[in-house]
């Protein structure tokens, strides 16, 4: 324990992943999401010992959980979870958190929280968080701890968890580009303290202020970064001129801040998550949206197969007797289909469709979900 730094915590996203994303995202990051609200499905795995004892309580994944809320649905994202809890019982796994656990009972339409034991941490850090967009999985284990008070804080009760999920959504660190160099996503570059080039250079967001990377060097009691630095964006003739100085958010939940100083996402990281659950394919499984009222409640939309090829089966037996409206749109927004249907199921001829990506709109009394859909014949 002697000599290490108390306060860190190991990262990593996997880079390669992130990046091939931002190539996607790259052409749309200035799409404009700020009206339409969210939902995504999750899972929650406990991993504990295999003798069943040690590992998160529900009440504790209760907590955990609500750090989501605290810091997504400012931003009309929002999580439907079905209240079960997976536990994995196993000591190797308990012992050693790694992202092989998100092949242990992944789930393709939902993002997979694997929350590991406050005491447990990952070689010689104490909190350890990993995410996989591809398998929209994360996990978090450990803690982190004040050097001058020497309280601790768990991170699976923290924005720790908000960070992974930020990640999974598509999210950089606010030091991407600037202090985080991944050799792997083709448009990064440093990002200037005077926002000059926010849009195109670091985290790709206009709202974050440049960071160099806190790399938890921040007062947990004051929230203010412990270290200085300049941006090089000087007078290239002067060598005196280091540039501007670097102002980043401590506060900001995609920086390496410390835990008591983490508390929101900005409109623009929020933005830029629908974007990416609007056109990664991971994410479009694992989410909808829609422009009015609250999304998550599409409780018993069923529908495929997805892609589909001579017909949709649209299988609403588990909802509430009623009509329920649906329409068909191709990718620019034509419809192509429209029609109703009991809470039975209906099969939707859909063999006079191009291949290529549609967008299902079901009306739930009067309430608009928008499901993506894809065309393969
Ligand atoms: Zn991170
Ligand atoms: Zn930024």
Redesign the pocket.
């Known amino acids: 324990m002697c000599g290490k730094a108390h306060a860190q915590v190991y990262?990593e996203?996997d880079t390669l992943a992130a990046a091939n994303q931002e190539i996607l995202i790259e052409p749309y990051r200035t799409q404009n999401y700020s009206n339409y609200s969210f939902c995504v499905r999750i899972y929650v795995h406990v991993i504990r010992k295999s003798s069943h004892m040690g590992g998160q309580s529900p009440s504790d994944v209760s907590l955990a959980l609500s750090y989501l809320d605290t810091a997504f649905n400012p931003h009309n994202i929002y999580f439907v979870w079905d209240h079960q809890i997976d536990y994995i019982d196993d000591d190797s796994e308990f012992y050693s958190p790694g992202a092989s656990v998100f092949d242990i009972n992944n789930h393709p339409d939902g993002v997979d929280i694997y929350m590991y034991d406050d005491s447990v941490g990952f070689l010689g850090w104490d909190g350890y968080?990993t995410s996989s967009q591809p398998k929209t999985a994360f996990l978090v284990s450990g803690f982190m701890e004040d050097p001058v008070t020497l309280q601790t804080y768990p991170l699976v009760k923290s924005h720790i968890l908000s960070?992974e999920m930020g990640?999974v959504l598509s999210l950089w660190?606010t030091h991407h580009g600037t202090g985080e160099n991944t050799q792997q996503d083709p448009y990064e570059c440093p990002e200037f303290a005077d926002g000059s080039n926010s849009a195109i250079c670091g985290d790709y967001i206009t709202d974050t202020p440049a960071d160099p990377d806190m790399n938890y060097k921040v007062d947990f009691a004051t929230c203010q970064w412990l270290e200085s630095g300049f941006d090089g964006n000087g007078d290239p003739d002067d060598p005196n001129d280091p540039g501007d100085p670097y102002d980043p958010d401590e506060h900001n939940i995609m920086g390496h801040s410390v835990v008591p100083c983490m508390s929101y996402l900005t409109p623009k990281q929020g933005n830029r998550m629908k974007v990416a659950m609007t056109i990664i394919p991971a994410l479009t499984a694992v989410s909808n949206y829609t422009l009015s009222g609250y999304p998550c409640a599409t409780a018993g939309l069923n529908f495929y197969p997805n892609a589909m090829d001579g017909e949709l089966n649209l299988d609403l037996r588990e909802k509430p007797a009623n009509t329920y409206p649906y329409q068909i749109f191709d990718a620019y927004g034509v419809m192509v289909l429209s029609g109703e249907s009991q809470n039975v199921l209906k099969t939707i001829d859909t063999s006079g469709l191009d291949e290529g990506l549609y967008f299902l709109h079901f009306y739930d009394n009067g309430q608009l979900t928008i499901k993506q859909l894809l065309v393969e014949h």
Do not use: P
Request: aromatic residues 0%; contains cysteine.
């Open positions: 990262c996203i968080g960070h990640h660190h």
